[in-house]
């Protein structure tokens, strides 16, 4: 499982779980191309859904994760949706929510973990000039504040953006007095959204989940 999918399936159960905890009476309402328009779920319907268990390890975190709940797939199924997907091979479209992860594209996955964790970090030891040990400790998937990334060695030095401009100037010439724009990006529909907005089910917005909003932009810097 990646991380971003295993992300999703956690923040997906622990918001479940919540739920099935606080509230009473309906605790989910599902509306869209489904028999009767609108199904509304209770406790008892929640706890009598499959329970799962998956566990998930990647390179960047320590350990084996646990999350136990409910499937996508099995809500799914409660609904009486049926998903049907052609595709061109076996390990299209792996991983998927809506169908079980296949030994082959577990496998498949797990090497794209790997060889995009050695490319991260053959490029942190490269452009900061780490290895060894040092190069361990900023490779193993933690977050960093900004006096612990510069104790690390992973920036050059800390400040507001004027502190910035002024390290960009005196690293090169050519940036003195170069322009600065100020951008806004629109903000990209949640992955649960898309999904299930597919097929034609309204969840009213997935932000409740806590799901990653919008684009993500790391850089790599020396």
Do not use: C
Not at 17 to 40: H, K, M, S
Not at 122 to 131: I, M, P, T, Y
Not at 175 to 192: F, M, Q, R
């Amino acid at each position: 499982m990646t991380r971003q999918t295993g992300t999703t399936v956690a923040a997906l159960m622990l918001a479940g779980a919540a739920a099935v905890a606080e509230q009473q009476g309906p605790l989910l309402q599902v509306t869209g191309r489904i028999d009767g328009g609108t199904v509304n779920l209770d406790r008892t319907a929640l706890e009598a859904l499959p329970v799962t268990t998956l566990e998930t390890t990647t390179v960047v975190t320590d350990g084996t994760h646990r999350f136990t709940g409910f499937l996508m797939r099995d809500l799914l199924d409660r609904l009486g949706v049926g998903v049907e997907t052609i595709r061109s091979s076996q390990l299209k479209a792996a991983p998927s929510m809506l169908r079980e992860l296949t030994p082959e594209g577990r496998a498949a996955e797990a090497a794209l973990v790997q060889e995009t964790h050695d490319w991260f970090r053959a490029l942190v030891g490269e452009r900061r000039a780490l290895d060894g040990p040092d190069l361990d400790a900023v490779t193993n998937g933690r977050t960093f504040t900004g006096r612990m990334a510069l104790d690390l060695g992973l920036v050059d030095a800390l400040g507001d953006e004027q502190a910035a401009l002024a390290y960009l100037e005196s690293a090169d010439s050519d940036l003195v007095d170069l322009p600065v724009e100020t951008w806004a990006v629109e903000e990209e529909p949640a992955i649960l959204d898309v999904i299930l907005d597919s097929i034609g089910i309204n969840t009213g917005g997935s932000r409740a989940y806590g799901l990653p909003q919008g684009p993500r932009l790391m850089a790599i810097l020396k």
